[in-house]
C-alpha cells in the first residue's frame, strides 16, 4: 500500500492536494456535491495537522479559461462544508507570480483552490512546464482523487515526480482497498454485474473478471450485442455490430472457466426513447423490427436477484435500463434492492451505477460507492493507474 496522510508530517508545509471536485454544474449552481464530501476527511486530517493546504482539481473538459468551468463555486460549498474560508485563487494561469505569492502567504492549517487545472492546456499532455509550477507550490503532494487516478496528467502524475515527499489520501486508500480486495481474495462467492452502454467500453472488464468471478451478470444496452451473438433479432436496440463475435468469445469462454454468465431473459421495448412512451415487456429472442430495448424484463429482475442471493462479494458496474426514466429503472432498482439486502461486500463501481444507486436511495445500504468510473474499470481490468503509481515512486528533479 501506498504512503497515506497518516503517514507524513505537514504541519508549516504547503500541501498539495489533488482532488476530484469535477461536480455537476447547472445554470453554475453545484447539482451534487458528493465528490466535495468524499474529499473531507483528507482535508480535515491535513487541517487538523497544521499543513497549509493548496487544492487542485479538474471541472469539466475545457480546452482552457472558460467561464463555465470555474472551481470558484466549489471553493463556496467546499468552505461550507468545512466551516472555514477557502481562499479562491481565480487565475486562469493556474499557477503565476501573484498565486505564488497567495500560497507563500498560508498559515498553518489554512486552506486555498486553485484555478480548474484544464485551463492549462498541457494539464492533459503531462508536460514538463506545468508540473513544474505545480510543484512550486508545495512541500508535500497528496493525491485523493482516485477519480482522475486512470488519467496521466500534471497533476496526477507529472507534479508527483518533482514534489519531495507524497502521499494518497483517505479516499485513494479505501478506493484501492476495496476494489483491490474485491479483485484479490474476494469473499465468495463472487459475483459481478455489468451494465451501461457499449461492449466496447467493457471489452477487458468481461475479460478480466471472467477469470476471477463465479457469477457474471450482464444487462443495459450492452446486452442486446449479446443477444445479436445468440442469434436473436433486436429490433433498434444499441447494437455494436463489431463486437458480436466478440460476444459470442465471452460466451464461450464462461463455459470454458465454468463462470455462470447470465443475460436477460426478457426485455422492456418501446418506439420512442422518452420518458411516457409506450412500451412492452417481450422474451430476449421475440424483440419486434422497430422496437428498441431499454430495460430488463421482470423475468430477468427476478432471476438476477435470485443469482445475487448468498454472494459474498458483489461488484456493480452499470445500470440494467435507461434508469433516468422512472418506467425504464425497474430492473436498476431491483438489483439496487437486491443488494442493500446481502450480507456481503457491495462494490459499486462509479458512474452511471453511482448515481442510480444514490438516486434510487440505496447509496447508504453499499459496502463502497467508487468515485471514478473509468478508473475503477481500468483497475478491475488489471490495469495499474498512473496517478496511483506516481505516487512514492519517483526521485524529484533537480532545479523546480
Not at 68 to 85: N, S
Not at 102 to 125: I, M, S, Y
Not at 341 to 359: F, N, P
Not at 364 to 382: N, Q, V
Amino acid at each position: 500500500m501506498k504512503k497515506t496522510v497518516n503517514d507524513i508530517q505537514v504541519k508549516g508545509k504547503r500541501v498539495l492536494v489533488r482532488c476530484d471536485f469535477n461536480v455537476p454544474l447547472i445554470d453554475g449552481k453545484i447539482s451534487d456535491d458528493n465528490r466535495i464530501v468524499a474529499a473531507l476527511p483528507t482535508l480535515r486530517k491535513l487541517i487538523a495537522d497544521g499543513g497549509r493546504l493548496v487544492l487542485c482539481s479538474h471541472l469539466g473538459k475545457p480546452k482552457g479559461p472558460d467561464a463555465k468551468a470555474t472551481l470558484a463555486p466549489v471553493a463556496e460549498r467546499l468552505a461550507e462544508h468545512l466551516g472555514k474560508p477557502v481562499k479562491f485563487l481565480a487565475d486562469d494561469a493556474v499557477v503565476s507570480d501573484a498565486v505564488r505569492e497567495a500560497v507563500n502567504a498560508l498559515k498553518d492549517g489554512e486552506v486555498a483552490l486553485l484555478q480548474n487545472t484544464r485551463f492549462r492546456p498541457e494539464e492533459g499532455k503531462n508536460e514538463e512546464a506545468f508540473s513544474k509550477d505545480l510543484a512550486s507550490l508545495a512541500d508535500v503532494y497528496v493525491n485523493d482523487a482516485f477519480g482522475s487516478a486512470h488519467r496521466a496528467h500534471c497533476s496526477t502524475v507529472g507534479v508527483a515526480a518533482l514534489v519531495g515527499e507524497s502521499a494518497v489520501g483517505y479516499l485513494m486508500e479505501k478506493e484501492l482497498k476495496f476494489l483491490g480486495e474485491a479483485v484479490d481474495k474476494p469473499v465468495r462467492p463472487f459475483v459481478a454485474i455489468l451494465g451501461g452502454l457499449k461492449v466496447s467500453d467493457k471489452i477487458g472488464v468481461i475479460n478480466a473478471l471472467l477469470e476471477k468471478v463465479d457469477k457474471l451478470i450482464i444487462g443495459g444496452a450492452m446486452a442486446y450485442t449479446f443477444f445479436r451473438a445468440q442469434g436473436y433479432g433486436t429490433g433498434t436496440s444499441i447494437v455494436e455490430e463489431d463486437r458480436i463475435d466478440y460476444a459470442k468469445e465471452m460466451i464461450q469462454k464462461a463455459k470454458d472457466k465454468g463462470v455462470e454468465l447470465l443475460l436477460p431473459i426478457d426485455t422492456m421495448i418501446t418506439k420512442e426513447f422518452k420518458a411516457d412512451a409506450e412500451w412492452q415487456c417481450v422474451d430476449a429472442d421475440a424483440i419486434p423490427d422497430g422496437w428498441q430495448g431499454l430495460d430488463i424484463g421482470a423475468k430477468t429482475q427476478k432471476r438476477f436477484t435470485e443469482a445475487l442471493q448468498g454472494a459474498k462479494t458483489v461488484i456493480w458496474n452499470g445500470p440494467m435500463g435507461v434508469f433516468e426514466f422512472p418506467v425504464f429503472a425497474q430492473g436498476t432498482l431491483a438489483l439496487a434492492k437486491a443488494m442493500a439486502e446481502l450480507d456481503a461486500t457491495t462494490i459499486i463501481g462509479g458512474g452511471d451505477s453511482a448515481a442510480a444507486v444514490i438516486q434510487l436511495g440505496f447509496a447508504d445500504k453499499m459496502s463502497h460507492i467508487s468515485t471514478g468510473g473509468g478508473a475503477s474499470l481500468e483497475f478491475l481490468e488489471g490495469k495499474k493507474l498512473p496517478g496511483v503509481e506516481a505516487v512514492n515512486a519517483s526521485t524529484p528533479k533537480a532545479g523546480v
